[in-house]
T-cell receptor, first 113, second 113 residues
């Protein structure tokens, strides 16, 4: 199993600013993902965070808006840039361990005003 | 393309009842299927992981079954309690999806005291 610490748990931000979310895992994992969950919706994959290389983004998500870092196998950050109220969502970090089981952080509840 | 459907979308039952949540998927080429619980505004908690070679998994009052040939999984909750109230999500890890989970829309469960 994997234990994930995600920070911050929630934030209220002004439009036009940026927020960086951190994800720390208690063990080395190859597969790490960032999701967005808009109010009342299921999860949407933003990108796969690749260690030592650029993240792989899903359709509709771009690096300029959601830059991702993955300096090692236990840590990643997601930045939500130039925020607007439409970015208000829960952002979730996830990993898949060697048994192919997925684990999630506690989520970051972002409100943009 | 893999699609995952959860029925019902919402369910409200009195405390103490046994209940079944359903998850169906269109492509049987999967590594595994996983059931999660999500409390409002929070991250996801993994409940049960069923590998493609398994028929069922049990944890306490929860039992999940998998029928890969028919593309179905059920989550059985015995002797429901108000603390079981949450949204339950199933996700499929498909052979062709590069470990990216495909999600159902979830079942919102309310257990009335």
């Amino acid at each position: 199993s994997a234990v994930i610490s995600q920070k911050p748990s929630r934030d209220i931000c002004q439009r036009g600013t940026s927020l960086t979310i951190q994800c720390q895992v208690d063990s080395q994992v190859t597969m790490m993902f960032w999701y967005r969950q808009q109010p009342g919706q299921s999860l949407t994959l933003i990108a796969t965070a690749n260690q030592g290389s650029e993240a792989t983004y899903e359709s509709g998500f771009v690096i300029d808006k959601f830059p991702i870092s993955r300096p090692n196998l236990t840590f990643s950050t997601l930045t939500v840039s130039n925020m607007s109220p439409e970015d208000s969502s829960i952002y979730l970090c996830s990993v898949i361990d060697r048994e192919t089981e997925a684990f999630f952080g506690q989520g970051t509840r972002l409100t943009v005003v | 393309k893999q699609e995952v459907t959860q029925i019902p979308a919402a369910l409200s039952v009195p405390e103490g009842e046994n209940l079944v949540l359903n998850c169906s998927f269109t492509d049987s080429a999967i590594y595994n299927l996983q059931w999660f619980r999500q409390d409002p505004g929070k991250g996801l908690t993994s409940l049960l992981l069923i590998q493609s070679s398994q028929r069922e998994q049990t944890s306490g009052r929860l039992n999940a079954s998998l029928d890969k040939s028919s593309g179905r999984s059920t989550l059985y909750i015995a002797a429901s309690q108000p603390g079981d109230s949450a949204t339950y999500l199933c996700a499929v890890n498909g052979v062709d999806s590069n470990y990216q989970l495909i999600w159902g829309a979830g079942t919102k469960l309310i257990i009335k005291p």
